[in-house]
């Protein structure tokens, strides 16, 4: 189901299980439009925690599967480290240029963090799941599998053969315009362009851990973002 092999199911699983319980949620979302019941009417706020769960309890199964090939000089790690952090933050410039430098209206409606009451341990519960899949989850399962994974396996089926940052024209723009249909239209041209910059990444640092960072940066600073701005159609 995900995947041939174990290897393949370690890089695909967690990406996998995200999608699946992405589109339970918004079968629900569909067929229970107008419900009373928060659970119907508003699933994101059940789906994303259990998209945190499943899809982190699916990369910890398969973590030792994954290649983590970590630089051995604490130069070249720090090098590509400042590299991943500065794609990060200009990933995070291109998704909030439109409404902080193009006058595009502000994105108020997504998940709010106060759905269940504003202080308190539920409002602590809810934020902190969301920064949870936000920070950690998202940025290691979808590097993990578009970057890990399909960046070789486009190079060659047995992509475990395909060095990690391996560079083909082909999977560089396969995986550049997937990544995008991933998102919402909205996001279209932001994710094109983070896109090319993880792949980018990803080729000259040969080091997936480069990638997550890089995402996890990018993600982190726009949950600040939101948060400082309320635009919670952002996340």
Sequence with gaps: MFGATSREKAYIAPFLGFLLIAALGEAVAHFCDGAAFWM??????????????????????????????FPRHWLLAFAQ????FAIGAIALALWIAPQEWLGQPPRR???????????????ALNLGMRFLRLVIVVPFIEEVFWRGFLLRYLIDGDFARVPFGTFSWKS?????LAF????????????????????????????LAACVFAHAVTNLMLGIYVLHTRQWGFW
């Design 180 to 207: 995008c249909a991933e998102h919402a239209p909205p996001d279209w041209p932001a994710a094109l362009a983070t896109g090319i910059l993880y792949n980018f990444l990803a080729c000259r640092t040969r080091n």
């Design 81 to 84: 480290g400042a590299l991943a």
């Design 172 to 176: 560089f723009i396969i995986v550049t």
């Design 40 to 69: 119907a009417s508003a699933p994101r706020y059940w789906v994303f925690p259990l998209q945190t769960v499943v899809s982190g309890a699916l990369l910890a199964q398969g973590w030792r599967l994954v290649e983590w090939r």
């Design 109 to 123: 409606e997504g998940f709010d963090p106060e759905f269940f009451g504003a202080f308190g341990w539920p409002y």
